[in-house]
């Protein structure tokens, strides 16, 4: 299929994105991440979110719960009365000892009141990818009404982006790949979908070209490394997701995509 890419689309996201809050500098998907990735200077953040056993979304990225919090076995069985009282701090270290999982609605207002912004991954427990999809785009269609700019929902799962697309077409959605294929674009577009996101090694110029063709914005997880960043920067990416909250301060705060600031200077130099 040929890519036209016509269309422009709206991109009011800030190319410079914490992963999972803070990266590794605190508990991932907790509330003491997203504030420490904010006193750094980020403006967006990625997360996952799933489904609790009575339908309440939380963030949690693996299925089970073992790795991150005090729990033990797949979360998506258990209510949130449950989940809410496990501990997803201390494995992190004795500072973040009784950090709770985090609720995506408190998320939604902590956000908003600080006018930040969140690439939401639908991680569904296995098996429930049309119900994470749907309830998850209900529930940020509600808590998101008032703002002008949406969350990004994204997901590797094509029936959860079905049938978040179903449930609340008008949200922005991404299409997560951790291999490129070829039918990437044309998968992401069937999907009403105004992005990609790629994991990094999957990238180079000719691809992030091949998304834009398609009218697609392309952005890449998960890029730690600067040398690296720049040279995706320089291919032509749109947004990059990091765990070094630390070492990518400056840029996030200057919020300017860092390829088109070399262009500019070089034009200036003329």
């Known amino acids: 299929m040929t890519h036209t890419g016509t269309n422009a689309v709206f991109w009011p ?4 994105i914490a992963h999972r809050g803070a990266g590794k500098l605190a508990p991932e998907n907790t509330m003491a991440a997203f504030r420490l990735g904010a006193e750094h200077g980020f403006a967006m953040f990625e997360c996952d979110v799933k489904l609790s056993a009575d339908g309440e979304p939380f963030l949690l990225h693996d299925a089970e719960l073992d790795r991150t919090t005090n729990g033990q076995g797949v979360a998506g069985v258990l209510k949130w009365d449950a989940l809410s009282r496990l501990d997803a701090g201390s494995w992190h270290g004795r500072t973040y000892a009784g950090e709770p999982l985090l609720r995506l609605e408190s998320l939604a207002r902590w956000l908003q009141a ?5 690439n939401l991954e639908i991680k569904p427990t296995p098996g ?3 119900r994470t999809g749907r309830v998850v785009a209900q529930h940020v269609a509600r808590l998101w009404a008032q703002s002008q700019i949406k969350p990004l929902l994204s997901s590797f799962s094509v029936e959860a982006l079905r049938a ?3 449930a609340q077409p008008d949200l922005p959605r991404a299409l997560l790949l ?5 039918d990437a674009v044309d998968t992401a577009l069937v999907l009403g979908c105004q992005a990609l ?3 990094q090694t999957q990238l180079d110029e000719e691809r992030i070209a091949a998304g834009h063709a398609g009218g697609l914005k392309v952005l890449t997880y998960t890029v730690n490394d600067a040398s690296r960043a720049s040279t995706l920067w ?3 990416l749109d947004g990059l997701i990091t765990d070094r909250v630390d ?3 400056p840029q996030a705060r200057l919020g300017a995509n860092p390829a088109r600031l070399m262009v500019e200077a070089e034009e200036f130099a003329c």
């Open 13 to 16: 996201y800030p190319c410079w």
């Open 114 to 118: 600080l006018g930040l912004m969140v």
């Open 128 to 130: 429930e990818e049309v």
């Open 164 to 166: 978040a697309q179903e």
């Open 178 to 182: 951790d291999k490129w294929s070829r």
């Open 197 to 199: 996101v790629v994991n």
């Open 234 to 236: 320089l291919s032509g």
């Open 247 to 249: 070492l990518f301060e």
